[in-house]
T-cell receptor
């Protein structure tokens, strides 16, 4: 069964450094998302991406964040200058239509 | 601000019993509703989706939707210890351009052997 994959599974970085989180969505899916979950808290929407552009972003998704689909398979989230409060689990999700979303295993980001 | 509310639990049920999980949502125009299961340290796993009022059954799981009351529930029949996890209610958009999911805090279910 096809699934969303994410790399790396864990990332430790120093405050102020740039990180890139990578995702390979399910191959015939057209809608792509990033969510994050701070330890012990809700899953929060960050951004949605369709037809090679951002379709919606949350207040969390400020100028420090960007997304890209550099080729036909990868979907990346870049955080330009990480802060301590960016420490969280980051989930990529994809969907064939605009509704049902399937989540990847996540990248645990720790900012020191 | 759209809200999704769940009782955080823990909800403790004996093995073989029915577990009933509940969720309310604030945005009356929401059209799609989902239940995800999340084991500790893992990602959300889709269990059920429901779009119309009434019941939808899939194996041991039944989702129930009442749009007038803005209420979604999930019943798990013949609960197993492996069902012990956090169950996340998620609400989608209004069928238009918005398709982000708004999640509740989740209900922790503990099935006792």
């Amino acid at each position: 069964e096809p699934e969303v994959t994410q790399t790396p599974s864990h990332q430790v970085t120093q405050m102020g450094q740039e990180v890139i989180l990578r995702c390979v969505p399910i191959s015939n899916h057209l809608y792509f998302y990033w969510y994050r979950q701070i330890l012990g808290q809700k899953v929060e929407f960050l951004v949605s991406f369709y037809n090679n552009e951002i379709s919606e972003k949350s207040e969390i998704f400020d100028d420090q964040f960007s997304v890209e689909r550099p080729d036909g398979s990868n979907f990346t989230l870049k955080i330009r200058s990480t802060k301590l409060e960016d420490s969280a689990m980051y989930f990529c999700a994809s969907g064939q239509g605009s509704e049902t979303q399937y989540f990847g295993p996540g990248t645990r980001l720790l900012v020191l | 601000q759209k809200e999704v509310e769940q009782n955080s639990g823990p909800l403790s049920v004996p093995e073989g019993a029915i577990a009933s999980l509940n969720c309310t949502y604030s945005d009356r125009v929401s059209q799609s509703f989902f239940w995800y299961r999340q084991y500790s340290g893992k990602s959300p796993e889709l269990i059920m989706s429901i779009y119309s009022n009434g019941d939808k059954e899939d194996g041991r799981f039944t989702a129930q939707l009442n749009k007038a009351s803005q209420y979604v529930s999930l019943l798990i029949r013949d609960s197993q210890p492996s069902d012990s996890a956090t169950y996340l209610c998620a609400v989608g958009g209004d069928g238009g351009a918005t398709n982000k999911l708004i999640f509740g805090t989740g209900t922790l279910l503990a099935v006792q052997p």
